[in-house]
């Protein structure tokens, strides 16, 4: 895996990878609700 700066190409990559891992650590994604920040990133301050 690569770090690299957020672009807006990137958001489908950035949700899966928040589906997959958050259920490892016992959680799962809520976009609509406590995750929703997630579905505008560029604008996350």
């Given at each position: 895996?690569?770090?690299?700066e957020?672009?807006?190409?990137?958001?489908?990559?950035?949700?899966?990878?928040?589906?997959?891992?958050?259920?490892?650590?016992?959680?799962?994604?809520?976009?609509?609700?406590?995750?929703?920040?997630?579905?505008?990133?560029?604008?996350?301050?």
């Amino acid at each position: 895996m690569e770090i690299v700066e957020y672009n807006s190409k990137y958001h489908n990559e950035l949700i899966c990878f928040l589906e997959k891992c958050l259920p490892e650590s016992g959680r799962e994604l809520d976009i609509k609700g406590r995750h929703k920040a997630y579905s505008d990133v560029e604008n996350i301050t």
